[in-house]
C-alpha cells in the first residue's frame, strides 16, 4: 500500500474545468421536514471534498441527491456541468426516465457505510458483476480488470474469498474496488470507515488516500479528521441541512469561525 504520500497542496485540482459537483440552494424535504434548507457548494474536478457535522445535520441525504437517489424540492444540482436528473431546454426542465437517470448514475460510484456486497458471490465475482451486467464487458476482460483492481486495494490473495470470509475493512476495500470497476468519474464515500473495527481503518484510508492521489474527484462524508487534514483539498461543515462553515481543512479544523463548528469539533478531535 501507498503509506504516507507527501501532497503537493492541491496539485490535482483543475480549478479551471467545469466544477464536478456544483449545488445551488438545494432543498430536500420528507413529508413536512425539510432536511437540506438551501445548499451551495462546489466540488471541483480532481478534488477531495469533505463533508462533516452532526449526525441527522443531512449528509447523507445531500450525497443520495448527487446521484439522484432522491430527488431535490428545489434548487440545482450538476454534475460534470449537467443538471442532475432534469435536462434543460431553454428555461424549462424535462424530467430524464429512469434508464437515462440510471445511465448517468453509472459514472458515479458510491460506497457506503455497511460494505453491500453481494454474500454469495466471492470478491471477484463482486467486482466482476456490474461491468459484465451493466455495461456488457466480456468476462475474460471483466475478470482481469477486477484481479488488477483488487490488487490495487490491497486484496490481490482474496479474489477467490466470500465476503463472510473477509474483514469489514477487506470488505470495504472490495466495495471500493467494486465501484471503481465501473471507471467512475466522481466518488462518493458516506461515513466508509465508521463500521470498522479500529485497527481495520487504515487500511481502509491508505486506499482512498492512493485514489485520491490518483486524482480522482471524491466527496467524503467522514469522521476521521486526521483522513480529511491531510488528503482533504476542501471540507465543510454541515448542521441542520445548512453549510455553516468551509475552507481549507486545516483552517476550519484548527481555527473553526462559528460556535456551531466549534461546539462540534470540540465533541470529535
Ligand atoms: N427517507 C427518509 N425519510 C424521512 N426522513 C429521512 C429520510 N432520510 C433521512 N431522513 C431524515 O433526514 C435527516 C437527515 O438525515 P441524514 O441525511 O441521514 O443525516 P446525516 O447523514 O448527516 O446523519 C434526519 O433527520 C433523518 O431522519
Ligand atoms: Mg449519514
Do not use: W
Not at 26 to 47: M, N, P, T, W
Not at 153 to 167: F, H, I, R, T
Not at 177 to 184: C, E, G, I, V, W
Not at 213 to 225: A, P, Y
Amino acid at each position: 500500500m501507498t503509506g504516507k504520500l507527501a501532497r503537493t497542496d492541491g496539485a490535482r485540482v483543475r480549478d479551471s474545468a467545469v466544477p464536478m459537483v456544483k449545488a445551488e440552494g438545494v432543498h430536500k424535504s420528507f413529508g413536512a421536514v425539510e432536511v437540506l434548507k438551501g445548499i451551495d457548494l462546489e466540488v471541483k474536478q480532481g478534488e477531495v471534498f469533505c463533508l462533516i457535522g452532526p449526525s441527522g445535520s443531512g449528509k447523507s441525504t445531500f450525497l443520495r441527491c448527487i446521484n439522484h437517489l432522491e430527488k431535490i424540492n428545489a434548487g440545482r444540482l450538476y454534475v460534470d456541468g449537467e443538471l442532475v436528473g432534469y435536462r434543460q431546454k431553454g428555461d424549462r426542465l424535462y424530467e430524464l426516465k429512469d434508464s437515462e437517470v440510471a445511465l448517468k448514475r453509472r459514472d458515479i460510484g458510491m460506497v457506503f457505510q455497511r460494505f453491500n456486497l453481494f454474500p454469495h458471490m466471492t470478491a471477484l465475482e463482486n467486482v466482476m458483476e456490474a461491468p459484465v451486467q451493466v455495461k456488457g464487458v466480456g468476462k475474460a476482460q471483466a475478470r482481469d480488470r477486477a484481479r488488477a483492481l483488487l490488487e490495487r486495494v490491497g486484496l490481490g490473495d482474496k479474489a477467490g474469498n466470500y465476503p463472510s470470509q473477509l474483514s469489514g475493512g477487506q470488505q470495504q476495500r472490495v466495495a471500493i474496488a467494486r465501484a471503481l470497476a465501473m471507471d467512475p468519474k466522481l466518488m462518493l464515500f458516506d461515513e466508509p470507515t465508521s463500521a470498522l473495527d479500529p485497527e481495520l481503518v487504515g487500511d481502509v484510508l491508505d486506499v482512498m488516500r492512493d485514489l485520491a492521489e490518483s486524482g480522482m474527484t471524491m466527496v467524503v462524508v467522514t469522521h476521521e479528521m486526521g483522513f480529511a487534514r491531510e488528503v482533504g483539498d476542501s471540507l465543510v461543515f454541515m448542521d441542520d441541512g445548512v453549510v455553516v462553515e468551509s475552507g481549507n481543512p486545516r483552517d476550519v479544523l484548527t481555527d473553526p469561525q462559528h460556535d456551531r463548528t466549534k461546539a462540534f469539533l470540540s465533541k470529535v478531535l
